[in-house]
């Protein structure tokens, strides 16, 4: 039954594997093979808590494999109990010295406890052991970052790309660093893979951690340009949903727009919205006409350079008199640029501009204070706009 199990597995057939390997476990409880196997299953499945539990059970019966260290660490670290992953990854280690995996998967942890020179050691140990591997590098350009050695990152983000690395994702790095050009936004793969990842501890690590308070910000100032109620909202990039308790006093419909799954499943715990879709909040709102009074984004625009595209969909989402409300990182310079947090920043003329390409009044752009980066103030700006006329063409097609 072993081997069919594996032979299933080899054929995606997960179902399949799973059933054969729980029928193993009923005639032998302590089969190691199935143990381990059926734990990491449910990793890849993302039930951190069950792939533990059957891998430490495994390893009870035999703690000889580094494999099953190796396994464990990947779920105590989908988990987030970093010091006994880190501890399962050196195990492993121990036990097979040239497990550059574990070398690897050992340095992401102290990355994720901001460990980050003892995080470069460990990417460098396990390049030493495989070289030709494009994730240890991009990894290790991302911790590179961290300790500000820059020239040190864009070598590793090039050496990522030249061992296939993905392209996307490697040149929003790259320039972000200045070392190659601008996107006009960030990959969609970049955002879709942070925020999955994050869901579980966004809220606490950006409001308790990072002193985030835009949202409240920016509904208050929303508040103060309208007092209408029944109104249908649509909170673009909504995230986990810390908008929609703020908007649904006034809210007769309240819409969420998300790339990040993850990130849609704990919004709707919250049970504030009416609706919550997947997509990509540019292609939405090129779905709607005039079917909103409120369209609201706060630390949307941090991922997306070019605001030209966002303007001309509110435009046309909202209905007349209705306002479109966001907050943005400040630039000082370019209309937007990139900067080496891999964050957007948009400058308040480029706004403006917009503003009157596409039918809106401006009613606010005020500074505001976005969030801590380490010791650092991020600033920012709100902006409160008001619909008043359809965008007209020409003025649109050169803002």
Same mark, same amino acid.
């Given at each position: ?73 990947? /779920? @105590? ?16 280690? /121990?036990?097979?010295?040239?497990? +550059? ?30 070289? /030709? +591997?494009?994730?240890? +590098?991009?990894?290790?350009? &991302?911790?590179? $970052?961290?300790? &500000? ?11 990522? @790309? ?92 309240? $819409? ?34 005039? =079917?909103?009074?409120?369209?609201? =984004? ?29 907050? $943005? ?7 937007? $640029? ?18 009157? =390409? ?38 649109? =097609?050169?803002?």
């Amino acid at each position: 039954m072993l081997r069919q199990a594996i032979a299933l597995r080899r054929q995606n057939d997960l179902a399949g594997t799973e059933t054969l390997l729980r029928e193993v476990l009923s005639a032998d409880a302590n089969n190691y093979d199935a143990l381990h196997l059926l734990g990491v299953l449910e990793f890849e499945n993302g039930r951190g808590e069950t792939s533990a539990s059957l891998i430490a059970a495994a390893i009870r019966v035999n703690s000889s494999e580094a494999a099953a260290h190796y396994n464990l660490g990947n /779920a @105590l670290r989908l988990l987030e109990r970093h010091a006994e992953a880190i501890a399962s990854y050196e195990r492993a280690i /121990a036990l097979k010295s040239n497990h +550059w995996r574990a070398h690897n998967n050992r340095a992401n942890c102290l990355a994720d406890l901001h460990r980050h020179a003892e995080a470069v050691a460990s990417y460098d140990r396990a390049i030493a052991i495989e070289p /030709a +591997w494009a994730d240890t +590098w991009h990894n290790r350009g &991302k911790a590179l $970052v961290e300790l &500000k050695r820059f020239e040190e990152a864009i070598e590793s983000f090039r050496r990522a @790309l030249a061992n296939g690395g993905d392209t996307g994702r490697l040149e929003f790095e790259l320039a972000a660093l200045h070392a190659a050009p601008a996107p006009v936004a960030a990959p969609e793969g970049f955002i879709t893979s942070l925020f999955d990842r994050y869901a579980d501890t966004f809220d606490k690590h950006l409001v308790e951690q990072l002193g985030y308070r835009t949202p409240g910000a920016t509904v208050d100032a929303v508040r103060r340009m309208t007092t209408a109620t029944e109104l249908d909202v649509l909170d673009l990039g909504c995230g986990t949903g810390l908008c929609g308790p703020l908007l649904k006093p006034f809210a007769r419909t309240l $819409v969420g727009v998300d790339l990040s799954k993850k990130m849609l499943d704990k919004a709707r715990q919250l049970g504030t919205y009416d609706e919550l879709v997947n997509t990509n909040v540019t292609t939405f709102l090129l779905t709607k006409v005039s =079917a909103f009074d409120l369209v609201i =984004a706060t630390d949307l625009f941090i991922y997306i350079g070019d605001l030209t595209s966002i303007f001309a969909g509110a435009a046309r989402a909202l209905r007349v008199g209705g306002h479109f409300a966001f907050s $943005v990182e400040h630039s000082n310079s370019a209309d937007f $640029v990139l900067q080496a947090s891999r964050r957007y920043a948009q400058s308040e003329p480029y706004l403006r501009r917009l503003a009157d =390409a596409y039918g809106f009044a401006v009613k606010i752009i005020e500074p505001c204070f976005i969030r801590k980066d380490g010791d650092a103030d991020i600033s920012g700006m709100i902006a409160v706009m008001q619909r008043l006329q359809a965008p007209d063409s020409d003025t649109a =097609a050169h803002a």
